[in-house]
């Protein structure tokens, strides 16, 4: 069975970090892409970034490079979110995804359960 | 900000018929990028629907059906049932990037 498993939920204050992960398992972590979706409170899906695990190709949405990192570690099916100095509003829902490589496979057909983090002074 | 348009809400009576629209550009779904679909129910994860334009995975009721025309696509939910009552997003590709339709709640009367 294909699983991703999100840390659990942070409560943060403004300019701290913060590294969330998500850990797949039931497949090939490194032949299939991680994405990272931010969902404010009350708001729509917002693609972040996607990276591959296989060779960490990653990708940043224009709305979000140098903004996060994200990377992962193959050799713990592992895929991280991080900030160096995060800000109230970055408070949201961060869920991971995973999409399938190749063609026009550009979808994401397995989900975490979402990483709440909140930022408050 | 969403490059794909839905409209904020839909509302059906149990067993109708609703549709969702999702419009793009010549430079997403006009440009043959295919179109998905993502149920998300109150307080949980978007879940997969339709991939492809039209295609259900496996588990996915065929009450839910997806099309494509040009630089639109729609959802259609036939047999509306009160546990279809969620938020739902179409996704396409644009410029090397995933991006998300701007949301439709559904809303079962």
């Known amino acids: 069975e294909v699983q991703l498993v999100q840390s659990g939920a942070e409560v943060k204050k403004p300019g701290e970090s913060l590294k969330i992960s998500c850990k797949g398992s039931g497949y090939s972590f490194t032949s299939y892409w991680i994405g990272w979706v931010r969902q404010m409170p009350g708001k729509g899906l917002e693609w972040m970034g996607i990276?591959?695990?296989?060779?960490?190709?990653?990708r940043y949405s224009p709305s979000f490079q140098g903004q996060v990192t994200i990377s992962a570690d193959k050799s713990i099916s592992t895929a991280y979110l991080q900030w160096s100095s995060l800000k109230a509003s970055d408070t949201a829902m961060y869920y991971c995804a995973r999409s399938c490589s190749g063609g026009s496979c550009h979808y994401f057909d397995y989900w975490g359960q979402g990483t709440l983090v909140t930022v408050s002074s | 900000q969403s490059v794909l348009t839905q409209p904020p809400s839909v509302s059906g009576a149990p067993g109708q018929r609703v549709t969702i629209s999702c419009t793009g550009s010549s430079s997403n779904i006009g440009a043959g990028y295919d179109v998905h679909w993502y149920q998300q129910l109150p307080g949980t994860a978007p879940k997969l629907l339709i991939y492809?334009?039209?295609n259900r995975p496996s588990g996915v009721p065929d009450r839910f059906s997806g099309s494509k025309s040009g630089t639109s696509a729609s959802l259609a939910i036939t047999g509306l049932q009160a546990e279809d009552e969620a938020d739902y997003y179409c996704?396409?590709?644009?410029?090397?990037?995933?991006?998300f339709g701007t949301g439709t709640k559904v809303t079962v009367l």
């Open positions: 996704q396409s590709y644009d410029s090397s990037s995933y991006v």
């Open positions: 990276i591959y695990p296989g060779d960490s190709d990653t």
């Open positions: 492809g334009n039209s």
